[in-house]
Nanobody, 131 residues
């Protein structure tokens, strides 16, 4: 399984950006796909995720209402749309996938996902918000 991330770039504060993560290989419907970010000197932060079905979403409190996640089954891709960006959103963004077997799904909680839970990672993409 490989994750191919795209998007990112430089944007002014208040602007918008869209990141996309294509999951290549594996069965798309078996994976939670999440987004993490890491700013210089800080730990990797869990931004949000979509469950294997796409029906359950999680977002970091500071991005709620500004970031959305959607899954495109036909493209095996998960998109992170970001708006009202601030300088605090500047970081390298990573997408990651967690294989979730069917027996594990009833007790799986998106809000408790950690970087250590993720099985596959894409290359990071830089998001820079200028103030």
């Amino acid at each position: 399984v490989q994750l191919q991330a795209s998007g990112g770039g430089l944007v002014q504060a208040g602007g918008s950006l869209t990141l996309s993560c294509e999951v290549v290989g594996g069965t798309f419907g078996d994976y939670t796909v999440g987004w993490f970010r890491q700013a210089p000197g800080k730990e990797r932060e869990y931004v949000g995720a979509a469950s294997w079905s796409g029906y359950t979403l999680y977002f970091l409190e500071s991005v709620k209402g500004r970031f959305t996640i959607s899954r495109d089954i036909s493209k095996h891709a998960v998109t992170l749309k970001m708006r009202a960006l601030t300088a605090e959103d500047t970081a390298v963004y990573y997408c990651a996938a967690d294989f979730v077997p069917v027996p594990d799904r009833p007790q799986y909680a998106l809000r408790r996902v950690t970087p250590q839970d993720m099985d596959y990672w894409g290359k990071g993409t830089q998001v820079t918000v200028s103030s």
